[in-house]
């Protein structure tokens, strides 16, 4: 095992949460959880981190700074979505301003759902995420990993467009059952 997983160093970004989210992260690392027992650090470098968590939703402004930080991060690197807001968008996803989750800016590794997402999963998840970064390492070392291209995010015009499709097509619905009951017989 590699020092790297022995202790890792991870950088927590947060997208546009609740705070909700952040408030279990901090807690992981206070002395209830105290997650530096297990050698996990909490850095505010991009360049010293291994892992990559992330809270909150992902919108067309923060978008560019997930991937500013992602960017910044050396290989063998790890992203957590850590919350179902991370994950999908979760109760924002319908927002006109969210894009979805951090896998609409940048590559996600483990998905770690919940509202609030509970201290013990953000544990699981970095553990699940350190298998994750052995096996990336094992590939940097061969030569085999190569830099992902970061995805096309959607900007907000897209999703303006595509939520007035959504309520138009709803409106639509709602009208045609309106013509329905009017033409059935009483
Ligand atoms: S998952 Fe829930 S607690 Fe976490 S940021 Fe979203 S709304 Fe807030």
Avoid at 40 to 51: C, E, F, L, Q
Avoid at 96 to 107: E, S
Avoid at 155 to 163: Q, Y
């Amino acid at each position: 095992m590699s020092s790297t997983v022995k202790s890792p160093w991870l950088i927590h970004y947060d997208a546009s949460s609740c705070n909700g989210c952040d408030i279990e992260v901090l807690a992981c690392l206070t002395p209830m959880y105290d997650v530096e027992r297990f050698g996990i650090i909490n850095t505010g470098n991009p360049k010293h981190a291994d892992i990559f968590l992330v809270t909150g939703s992902v919108n067309e402004r923060n978008s560019k700074v997930v991937q500013q930080i992602y960017s910044q991060m050396l290989e063998p690197k790890v992203v957590i979505a850590c919350g179902i807001c991370a994950c999908s968008g979760g109760i924002f996803k319908e927002c006109y301003n969210t894009l979805g989750g951090v896998d609409v800016a940048i590559p996600v590794d483990v998905y770690a759902p919940g509202c609030a997402i509970r201290p013990e999963a953000i544990i699981d998840a970095v553990v699940t995420g350190l298998g994750v970064l052995e096996e990336k390492r094992a590939a940097v070392a061969e030569g085999r990993i190569e830099a992902p291209a970061l995805p096309q995010t959607p900007t907000a015009a897209d999703k303006l467009v595509d939520a007035q499709t959504v309520r138009a097509a709803a409106l639509a619905e709602t009208q045609s059952g309106w013509a329905t009951r009017e033409r059935s017989p009483q």
